[in-house]
């Protein structure tokens, strides 16, 4: 306790991170909501274009024109700031950890533009992940203005893409976790007291537009009576295994396009996406968009399974066609709306079965949402906390948490990666790739019972400067590794070596390779 007359101390740090965190809260309040309306108002005039088609079909061909007029303006986007593509969270998680460095400017217009081009027209894409680049931006652009530390401009740029999140979803607590637990690895009082406060005065700023209504208004949803709980093992169990195949399927979906486009530029995929778009915006109109609106509806309606069923598969395959693309876009909302449409599929076949009473059909709906993000994303607090926000409920804590630790587990088992980490592991060995010259050799380093590399993660071996990990052949398979790969005894490692230092790497990765010494 303090005494009398003694004066406080006040940290002046800690307040002058909070003060700037409520400024750029402030800016990337008002981009965000910007960024938010105008893909909102897009999307109903789309779907209303769409829903015209059926009395003029010829009207397709005008769609289709200004569609590929959308894609030729994104691709020259892209091409000039190619950092733009995508969701955006790979980026600014690589620009936390130092490996990229970008113009802030250059990235908030593009994504601005390009994002309410790309998610506006109703492709399966969510406006989180560009929002969480434009805060970024927004904390960068102030940070270049007010901060001369490395780590302090970091600490502004994690505030703004904590903001942009918040604004994007009204979830101020989810969207200051996600930064912490996913982005910036990191929970320093510097970092969460600049994203805390930058995330809530975002949220204001985006209320004061959007209403308080939460994003995902799903109404009542009951208390799950613990008699049920052995559902959610299973339903843990189901959103793992799909989680991981969606995991091992956006990973290849930029590959399949880069094949079977062949020549075309990587910047201007995005055409064949909005292209297929026409059929789906035809016969389907009611699934455009990220998905909010479907899992509203789907809380308020009893699907029958064959529904679901064909609603999951277009979600799901439509969803890899519009990220695979490059377009940007992000993935957080289209995860949970597959998350919802899982979970209502999963509760309704159980109901059918006189296992499950259908006033807790609402509850597979919410559970499964979190599940699902845990599983993909591995953030497992996030999605508790993001769902909990999101539909406005803080009576489930308990099921959400199961049932996201049974999908967290079952993804982890299988071998499955953060899906952020990974598309950042993705875009840093395209990096390095570029510096190593074409002219480079293959080293193949066989991992022996003593060696230094048993047991080690490949994210904590300090592989020496032009070398690139390729793959890990296990018996007689051989892998693409990532940051989670364990390295065992009887591995060889596949290592890619730029000719021009080959004798000096060699001799470094052997060193590498050594047994420990005893004692």
Not at 14 to 26: D, N, Q, R, S
Not at 111 to 119: P, R, S, Y
Not at 448 to 464: A, Y
């Amino acid at each position: 306790m303090k005494r009398e007359g003694q004066k406080v101390k006040i940290n002046s740090a800690h307040l002058t991170y909070i003060l700037k965190g409520v400024v750029i809260g402030a800016l990337s309040g008002v981009v965000v909501g910007s960024f938010r309306w105008l893909i909102e108002k897009s999307l109903v005039l789309w779907k209303q274009a769409f829903q015209l088609t059926h009395q003029y079909p010829a009207f397709l061909l005008v769609l289709a024109f200004i569609l590929l007029l959308i894609g030729l303006l994104i691709g020259k986007l892209v091409t000039q700031q190619p950092r733009i593509s995508g969701s955006g969270i790979p980026e600014i998680e690589g620009q936390l950890a130092g490996k990229f460095r970008f113009k802030w400017w250059s990235i908030l217009w593009r994504k601005f533009v390009a994002g309410v081009l790309a998610i506006g027209p109703g492709l399966f894409l969510g406006r989180e992940g560009p929002s969480i680049q434009l805060g970024g931006a927004v904390g960068q652009g102030v940070a270049e203005y007010t901060e001369s530390s490395k780590r302090g401009q970091r600490v502004l740029i994690a505030s703004g893409a904590a903001a942009g999140l918040s604004a994007a979803f009204n979830a101020p607590i989810a969207g200051t976790l996600f930064i912490l637990e996913e982005v910036y690895h990191n929970f320093s009082p510097l970092v969460w007291m600049g994203a805390l406060s930058a995330s809530i005065t975002s949220d204001v700023v985006s209320m004061n537009v959007f209403g308080l209504e939460t994003v995902l208004h799903v109404g009542s949803v009951p208390g799950l009576p613990l008699k049920y709980y052995w559902h959610l093992l299973f339903l843990g169990a189901v959103l793992g295994l799909f989680g991981f195949f969606y995991q091992r399927v956006l990973l290849q979906s930029s590959v399949w396009y880069r094949k079977i486009l062949g020549r075309i530029p990587r910047a201007y995929h995005g055409i064949i996406a909005l292209l297929l778009l026409l059929p789906v915006g035809y016969f389907f109109s009611g699934t455009l968009g990220g998905g909010n609106s479907i899992i509203i509806q789907m809380a308020h309606i009893s699907p029958v399974i064959s529904t679901l069923c064909l609603l999951l598969i277009l979600r799901f395959v439509f969803s890899m066609v519009s990220y695979g693309s490059g377009l940007p876009g992000g993935i957080f909302l289209p995860i949970l709306t597959l998350g919802a449409v899982i979970g209502m599929l999963y509760g309704t076949v159980v109901l059918q079965l006189h296992l499950l009473p259908a006033k807790y059909l609402v509850d597979m709906l919410v559970f499964a949402m979190a599940g699902y993000f845990a599983g993909i994303g591995k953030a497992p607090f996030t999605a508790i906390l993001l769902v909990t926000e999101m539909v406005g409920s803080l009576q489930h804590l308990v099921p959400l948490a199961l049932t996201s630790l049974v999908a967290y587990i079952v993804v982890d088992l299988l071998g499955g990666a953060p899906i952020y980490e990974s598309l950042l592991e993705r875009m840093t060995i395209e990096q390095k790739l570029q510096v190593i010259s074409g002219k480079n050799d293959q080293v193949e380093l066989p991992v022996l019972d003593d060696s230094r590399f048993v047991g080690q993660q490949v994210r904590d071996i300090k592989w020496p400067a032009n070398t690139l990990l390729i793959g890990v052949r296990r018996g007689e398979k051989t892998a693409i590794p990532n940051g989670d790969t364990l390295i065992s005894a009887g591995d060889t490692l596949i290592v890619l070596v730029d000719t021009n230092f080959s004798a000096t790497v060699r001799e470094q990765l052997e060193d590498l390779n050594k047994p420990l010494e005893e004692g």
